[in-house]
T-cell receptor
Framework: AQKITQTQPGMFVQEKEAVTLDCTYD???????LFWYKQPSSGEMIFLIY??????QNATEGRYSLNFQKARKSANLVISASQLGDSAMYFC???????????????FGTGTRLTIIP | KAGVTQTPRYLIKTRGQQVTLSCSPI?????VSWYQQTPGQGLQFLFE???????NKGNFPGRFSGRQFSNSRSEMNVSTLELGDSALYLC???????????????FGPGTRLTVL
């Protein structure tokens, strides 16, 4: 079974509109973390936002917010007021395991290619 | 503060050769992780080093190895290259290990390896 599932291989969104990128995950750990990264065409991965499994409030970072629904095991990224510079690949990732045990790992989804249309 | 640097940025090798990639983390960061990115397999975790010790390893053959030096710089080595090793190799650094809660990883620009 896939640990991280991103069902939207590509999306086209009009500039200034809000966009939601889907991410569902599968884990039996109680403690885990969810990350979103952006990868422009230059190739460098850029951290966007983090949500811990015990965080009660949804994470927000500027125009980015994470819609965390623990029971549904989903962690969707919402970008408000999209800009042309938001065009990129977006990856959802999950950290499982605990540092104390040295068994932690980071698993990435297959990504969603977002294109903002002027 | 300088970001994560990776050298070389581009590399072309032939099958059977070996290659060494280098990663210099952000100053003060002690954790370095390596990832392989290919169109078919996506982003896959290779291994993580923290304070010169390998903490975790992904599902890659023993041809893939790495090490970390006392200054936290890390190298990754791939021996007996195969065509399927062609990929973008990304290095990421962080203050503490991957599993330590809200641990943001900062990625380098990657090394694009082409095996002919």
């Amino acid at each position: 079974a896939q640990k991280i599932t991103q069902t939207q291989p590509g999306m086209f969104v009009q500039e200034k509109e809000a966009v939601t990128l889907d991410c569902t995950y599968d884990t039996s750990d109680q403690s885990y973390g969810l990350f979103w990264y952006k990868q422009p065409s230059s190739g460098e991965m850029i951290f966007l936002i983090y949500q811990g499994s015990y965080d009660e409030q949804n994470a927000t970072e500027g125009r980015y917010s994470l819609n965390f629904q623990k029971a549904r095991k989903s962690a969707n990224l919402v970008i408000s007021a999209s800009q042309l510079g938001d065009s990129a690949m977006y990856f959802c990732a999950m950290r499982e395991g605990l540092a104390n045990f040295g068994n932690e790992k980071l698993t990435f989804g297959t990504g969603t290619r977002l294109t903002i249309i002027p | 503060k300088a970001g994560v640097t990776q050298t070389p940025r581009y590399l072309i090798k032939t099958r059977g050769q070996q290659v060494t990639l280098s990663c210099s983390p952000i100053s003060g960061h002690r954790s370095v992780s390596w990832y392989q990115q290919t169109p078919g397999q996506g982003l896959q975790f290779l291994f993580e080093y923290f304070s010169e010790t390998q903490r975790n390893k992904g599902n890659f053959p023993g041809r893939f190895s790495g090490r970390q030096f006392s200054n936290s710089r890390s190298e990754m080595n791939v021996s007996t290259l195969e065509l399927g090793d062609s990929a973008l190799y990304l290095c990421a650094s962080s203050l503490v290990p991957v599993g330590a809660g809200h641990n943001e990883q900062f990625f380098g620009p990657g090394t694009r390896l082409t095996v002919l």
